[in-house]
């Protein structure tokens, strides 16, 4: 039997929701840890993406170069849209069908919202917002289990959780919480049409109407340049200063949630735990303290600068430089010599 | 809703160690009585360094211990410590009379002990209102007759109210029952944290044989940088309760910032080791009255009683304040029984509360010290030169070895007469002997 | 009449945590227990309905006898009936057999009263897992609307109800046929700050204790340890960082210490191209 490591690929609008991608990476991961059985048991395995929406082949195609070796598609104008019921009894009928080990969905709106409807229907077991997953034995079981770590109450502890004797072994996981894989153009895989009827009493909600969210377009999760701003700037015009130094680097502006929570900036631009999972290649924290609820959040940053009055101030923990100052003289010092830079090499 | 107005025997306004004992007291009695408490619960909002005194907690449940209250380490080791810049000299006591039964102090927390303390109270009938703030009262000819609260319908009714407020007495304003604000040369803010640490390490660093012996500190000296102000170190199970406390003047003066001071004590190189490797598990900062006497409010009008903090009834010195509060709850429930037998609530009935205080150690004391915090305002010396000679002195008598004595005893006493001249020490030390004894 | 149900959790307040150094795991002791500030916004939003339409309001809840006080508060907030389900036999329960519970209760609270709309926090905080809302209706069989920020209408005669829910890319308007369920985020309603009597009258209420028995036998594969596919392998706190290479602005001087990050930072190839790119 084929042990299939099934990754749902989210999409809106006819396009790829990146977690998809991510996911997919994991998933080719996953199957690596568990080589050593593979060739003990002489079983096969698949990393497969699951589709479904409307006139999505493109999508599945996308999916294949990221790592998909088989797509399950179910491609129908009732899929246009999202609803909940339809995609959730769509998705069980497939899992039931091809009984996959582990399935992995993004932890978005979309997907948490998704994830515990099917986790239900099928009585298997959900974890949450996982940030590390990896295949490995539980107790002495002679399998080895998705092995799924999140954070709990607040972020204050860290616990793995295992779901020992259901399948699929469920997971949800927040965008950039894992990196991109690279993406192979050359790739080929199967794509198989599946058929799935959705009911008239599976429709009982409907769509009346989409307003777009301009602020949503901010796309926090895949810049490559972030400035965060916290409670060090001590009201809410000292954004203007992250904005201008956000704009000398080319990057947007984030925050710590004590700054959302003051009502400084919009919910959008949080970062941490119950905001967003960032990675860019430079994070700039000015004024942050770095709760942990806020380091989960952008400790995967490639190059991490904090600014901070306080030496003992836990965000340099994570940092990979640190300036013991006042954001409010080093940020114009910056700014500055920057522009000073510019000028002479152009 | 119905329109039946909310009607009770007595109101207690404050579920602190103060209200929550006078409701136990009422409800005891068969009274009807309401605690109106701002906090989503009693203790949420309160909190100090700090000890219980078994004695208060005895007079109002003779079976306290039967109980099983939430207390922490009983205290059985106490005193100073007096710290200079680099060193301290520690002056404790333990065994003898610190080792009584029971034990006379526990160290305990607040935001559990007062949840307790407040459901004894409920188990004797007295009903508790949470999450209410009280704003005003409400008068027939110009007697109180009830309190106004933030809700929509607040209004809540009773003949005598028996106001426990705390520290920031906005009430006791009101009514006119004091005439100022927080006089800021009268009131310290005492700045704690609580940092956990293994039991272990708490046990081995301050020489503790287990969780069964405790320790309770007045830190003097270089914590309160010459600020009429003490520090403290008090044990709990598994944390330490570290705080300074300065009076509010002194801290506009210098410009100091109180968690500055806290940071500087805690760095200190005597200090430093104890917390190591410590983890932060609270911060808070609270006013004590320091003014004892000289800002008692007047204690009764018509209708209305106050007592506890909200009175200014607290020792400074001895760190005495959840005692006093206790004991005057009990004495204002007292004496509002009283009223209700007599049903007559006007101040000359209240009168009684005051003659009940002035047979108990709370005004008594208060009386005794009231010279004290303009005293210590006056000799900052105890709060530097002192403690600092203090530690030169023993540092040099022990360290004097080869050297002839008589220039040893020369020096240590140089070491005085160089800060401050003998004249004025000896003077310093009849106006302390003069400030504790009341003379 | 509209009858409206709201399933509530009471949970450690989760800003207020301690995690003790030696054992790893959350002192339970001093943290206090709320009310789910997601679900005290849902039942804000469903005792405003209850209202407008002159309808019912029933809270239920799985959890400990302390988790009265959260019940207590939605009295306060206007439910009419508290339903309190407890018993040791569901302790450990995962979100999935805590699914099972709720969806069993709310079937039969609907037998005898029928209920015309669900309503769920989007998450609770001490678990942030965001699944028993869906769980519990996809069992239930009801039409499910996560994340909802407003209800803009509700229709008792034709049954329908409209309401905003926020997605990242902004909003949709969805209509429901009833019943239906929807899990709220705060911005659907404010907390009321209640009357005094109301508040009185809370906290004198004692809500209905429902056991793994009575009134509804619970089938015990499918509660507790037992109807959990999930456990905890291990927990721990997370694990600590050594600190990174700070300049100081006090012993560099402002220009001084500018000078070295930036010259630190381009150093590092990556965020120099990326600098570079901008030029
Ligand atoms: C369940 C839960 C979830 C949470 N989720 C998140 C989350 O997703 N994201 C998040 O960020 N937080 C989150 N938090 C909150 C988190 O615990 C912290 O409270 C928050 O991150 C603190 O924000 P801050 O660092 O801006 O503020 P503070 O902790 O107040 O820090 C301000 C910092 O600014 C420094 N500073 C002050 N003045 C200056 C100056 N002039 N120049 C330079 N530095 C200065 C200070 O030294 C200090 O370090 C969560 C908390 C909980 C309980
Ligand atoms: C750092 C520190 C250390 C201390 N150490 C000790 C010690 O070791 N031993 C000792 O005995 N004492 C100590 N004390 C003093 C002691 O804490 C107080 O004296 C005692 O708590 C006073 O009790 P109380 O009931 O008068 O006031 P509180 O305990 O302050 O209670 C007042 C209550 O009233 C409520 N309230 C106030 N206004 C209103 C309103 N308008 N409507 C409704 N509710 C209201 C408050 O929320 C609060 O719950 C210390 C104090 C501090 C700050
Ligand atoms: N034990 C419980 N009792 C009642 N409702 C619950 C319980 N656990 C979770 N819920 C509901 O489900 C929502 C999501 O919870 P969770 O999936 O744990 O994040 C909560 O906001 C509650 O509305």
Redesign the pocket.
């Known amino acids: 039997m084929t042990r299939r490591f099934w990754v749902f690929i989210e999409q809106n609008q006819g396009k790829m929701h990146p977690v998809a991608a991510e996911l997919l990476g994991v998933a080719n991961q996953l199957v690596s840890e568990i080589a050593d059985e593979l060739q003990a048991s002489g079983e096969e395995t698949s990393v497969e993406g699951i589709l479904v929406g409307h006139n999505v082949t493109d999508i599945a195609q996308e999916a294949i170069q990221y790592g998909a070796q088989r797509i399950h598609k179910i491609d129908s104008p009732a899929f246009e849209h999202y609803l909940n019921r339809p995609y959730a009894e769509a998705l069980t009928h497939l899992v039931k069908k091809y009984q996959p080990e582990v399935f992995l969905i993004g932890a978005t709106t979309l997907g948490r919202d998704l994830a515990?409807a099917v986790a239900t229907s099928l009585k298997t077991g959900l974890t949450a917002d996982c940030t590390k997953l990896e295949m490995g034995h539980f107790r002495k079981i002679e399998k080895k289990l998705l092995l799924a770590t999140r954070p709990a109450f607040g972020g204050n502890v860290i616990a793995t959780i295992v779901c020992k004797d259901h399948l699929p072994q469920m997971a949800t996981v927040r965008p950039r919480v894992f990196e991109t894989p690279a993406r192979n153009a050359k790739a080929e895989g199967e794509i198989l049409e599946e058929e799935f009827e959705v009911k008239p009493e599976m429709m009982a909600a409907k769509l009346v109407e989409f307003i777009k969210d301009n602020n949503a377009q901010l796309n926090l999760e895949y810049a490559d340049i972030i400035v965060s701003g916290g409670k060090g700037l001590g009201n809410p015009d000292g954004f203007k200063l992250i904005k201008e130094l956000a704009d000398e680097l080319g990057g947007v502006v984030g925050s710590s949630r004590a700054a959302v929570d003051g009502g400084w900036i919009d919910y959008a631009h949080q970062v941490g735990q119950t905001g967003k999972h960032v990675r860019p290649k430079l994070y700039v924290a000015c004024g942050i303290s770095g709760a942990i609820q806020h380091k989960v959040g952008m400790q995967d940053s490639d190059y991490i600068l904090a600014i901070n009055t306080d030496p003992n101030a836990p965000i340099f923990e994570v940092a990979t430089l640190g300036v013991v100052g006042d954001l409010y003289e080093v940020i114009p010092e910056m700014i500055k010599q920057l522009r000073a830079q510019k000028g002479a090499s152009s | 809703m119905s329109k039946d107005k909310l009607q009770y025997d007595v109101i207690v306004v404050g579920a602190g160690m103060a209200g929550s004992t006078a409701a136990a007291i009422v409800a005891r009695s068969g009274l009807k009585v309401a605690v109106i408490e701002r906090g989503v619960k009693p203790g949420s909002k309160n909190y100090f360094g700090g000890a219980l005194y078994t004695h208060a907690l005895l007079d109002i449940y003779p079976d306290f211990f039967d109980r099983k209250p939430p207390l922490e380490r009983p205290v059985t080791e106490t005193g100073f410590w007096f710290l200079s810049e680099d060193g301290m000299v520690k002056a404790t006591v333990q065994g003898g009379y610190v080792n009584s039964d029971p034990i006379d102090a526990y160290v305990a927390l607040r935001a559990e002990f007062d949840p307790w303390w407040a459901e004894q109270a409920a188990a004797e009938g007295a009903f508790f209102i949470p999450k209410t703030l009280v704003t005003d009262f409400l008068y027939e000819d110009a007697k109180v007759i009830g309190v106004k609260t933030d809700r929509p319908e607040g209004d809540v009714y009773a003949p005598v109210v028996i106001i426990c407020e705390g520290v920031n007495n906005l009430l006791t304003q009101k009514l006119g029952l004091i005439d100022h604000d927080l006089k800021i040369s009268k009131t310290a803010l005492a700045v704690k944290q609580l940092i956990s640490l293994p039991a272990k390490d708490i046990n081995a660093r301050l020489g503790l044989l287990d969780n069964k012996h405790g320790l309770a500190i007045s830190v003097i000296g270089d914590v309160s940088l010459g600020m009429p102000g003490l520090g403290f170190l008090y044990t709990t199970n598994n944390a330490l309760s570290m705080g300074v406390g300065v009076t509010l003047d002194a801290l506009e003066e210098t410009q100091i910032k109180p968690y500055e001071l806290l940071q500087r004590y805690l760095e200190h190189p005597a200090i430093a080791p104890i917390i190591k490797d410590g983890q932060l598990m609270e911060y808070g900062a609270h006013l004590i009255p320091e003014g004892g006497w000289t800002t008692l409010p007047k204690l009764y009008t018509d209708g209305a009683m106050v007592a506890g903090d909200a009175a200014s009834m607290v020792n400074a010195i001895h760190w005495e304040g959840t005692n006093m509060a206790i004991t005057a709850g009990k004495q204002a429930a007292l004496t509002a029984i009283e009223a209700h037998k007599k049903n007559d609530f006007s101040a000359k009935t209240l009168a009684g509360y005051q003659k009940r205080l002035n047979e108990t150690f709370v005004l008594k004391d208060l009386k005794q010290y009231r010279k004290m915090s303009a005293f210590l305002a006056n000799h900052p010396e105890f709060m530097d030169i002192y403690p600092t000679f203090l530690n030169d002195a023993l540092g040099m008598f022990f360290t004097g070895f080869g050297k002839p004595k008589g220039k040893l005893y020369k020096d240590i006493f140089r070491s005085l007469t160089r800060r401050r001249p003998l004249l004025k020490a000896v003077g310093d030390l009849v106006a302390f002997g003069r400030a504790i004894t009341g003379i | 009449m509209i009858h409206l149900l709201?399933?509530?959790?009471q949970v450690p307040d989760t800003t207020n945590i301690r995690i003790d150094p030696e054992t790893g795991s959350m002192i339970r002791k001093g943290v206090p227990a709320i009310l789910?500030p997601?679900?005290a916004h849902?039942v804000a939003a469903a005792a405003e309905w209850k209202r407008k339409l002159d309808g019912k309001l029933t809270v239920?809840?799985?959890?400990p006898p302390a988790a009265k006080e959260a019940l207590q508060e939605c009295i306060e907030m206007g439910a009419d009936r508290a339903i309190l389900?407890s018993d040791r036999k569901f302790a450990g329960s995962d979100?999935l057999a805590?699914s099972y519970v709720?969806a069993e209760a709310i079937r039969k609270i609907d037998q005898d009263d029928p209920v015309d709309l669900v309503?769920?926090?989007?998450?609770?905080i001490?678990?942030?897992?965001?699944?028993?809302?869906p769980g519990?209706a996809i069992r239930l069989g009801l039409p499910l609307i996560t994340y909802a920020v407003e209800i803009s209408e509700i229709n008792v005669d034709e049954k329908y109800a409209v309401i905003v829910r926020k997605t990242e890319s902004g909003k949709e308007i969805i209509q429901t046929s009833l019943p239906a369920a929807l899990?709220a985020e705060k911005a659907i309603a404010e907390i009321p700050y209640a009357a005094l009597p109301d508040l009185i009258t809370s906290l004198k209420f004692i809500p209905e204790v429902w056991s793994a028995d009575e009134p509804l036998a619970y089938d015990e594969n499918q509660i507790g340890l037992s109807g959990s596919p999930t456990m905890v392998a291990k927990s721990g706190t997370p694990e600590a960082h050594e600190p990174a290479e700070t300049i100081s602005v006090a012993e560099q001087g402002l220009s001084g210490a500018v000078e070295i990050i930036l010259g630190k930072m381009l150093s590092n190839s990556s965020v120099a191209s990326l600098l570079e790119e901008l030029k």
């Open positions: 515990g | 709201a399933s509530i959790k789910n997601y679900d849902a239920i809840t799985m959890g389900i979100t805590t709720l309503f769920f926090g989007k998450q609770a001490d678990g942030d897992t965001a699944q028993v809302g519990a899990t």
